[in-house]
């Protein structure tokens, strides 16, 4: 009797647990989003995405580490990933221009798509010091990754070599937050009014970082 090569058979069991981790990590964002962090239970987890709590355990060592996988995938601050993949090239780093409106865009895609998950942890981060401390903590290492990738257009000549980079990191985060916090008090914006404004603010912000 024929038998499938080990290979074969290690790659679709490696399939299925990645597909098992994204729908765990999705799963989790719904809830998070619905409930709220301290009001989700790894127990409530599970039973949404219709497994058992040892299996959920098995990838995610806890309720904070399922959270962090969540942010990974779907916080806008991942957005440093399209600054990322605008920067790199046969030419790297690219236009900075490019690669920041990559980054806003992404940024605020993320926020209309995943807003009520964004609004409920901000919220709930202010009067929870483990949640705080878990956004602190992933601020912090996107708000890094995102400096060092400014740095490379530094060295290159594209952004003034005297100026703060990690105050650069912080107004450009800052900036795209802040119209999406005014935003959420109303109606959310447009694609299209979001555009706009990212191209005000990407214009003002290389006014500033380019060399004098």
């Known amino acids: 009797m024929p038998t499938r090569p080990v290979n074969t058979l290690r790659t679709k069991r490696q399939e299925q647990a990645a597909a098992r981790r994204e729908q765990l990590v999705h799963t989790a964002m719904r809830l998070f989003a619905e409930r709220g962090y301290r009001d989700t239970s790894v127990r409530d987890i599970a039973r949404a995405a219709e497994v058992n709590e040892a299996l959920l355990y098995h990838y995610f060592t806890s309720k904070a580490d399922l959270f962090r996988a969540v942010l990974a995938e779907y916080a806008p601050f991942r957005a440093v990933e399209a600054f990322r993949t605008a920067a790199a090239g046969p030419a790297a780093p690219r236009s900075l221009h490019d690669a920041l409106l990559a980054f806003g865009r992404d940024f605020l895609a993320r926020l ?57 990191t912080r107004m450009l985060q800052g900036s795209l937050l802040f119209q999406f916090l005014a935003n959420a008090l109303q109606a959310p914006s447009s694609p299209e009014a979001d555009d706009a404004l990212l191209g005000d603010l990407v214009g003002v912000l290389l006014a500033g970082l380019q060399p004098r």
Do not use: K, N
């Open 112 to 168: 209309r798509q995943h807003r009520a998950f964004v609004v409920a942890m901000l919220t709930e981060s202010a009067h929870d010091p483990e949640l705080g401390a878990i956004l602190g903590e992933f601020l912090r290492t996107t708000g890094d990754e995102m400096t060092r990738l400014l740095a490379a257009y530094q060295e290159a000549g594209q952004i003034d070599p005297h100026l703060p980079l990690a105050a650069a």
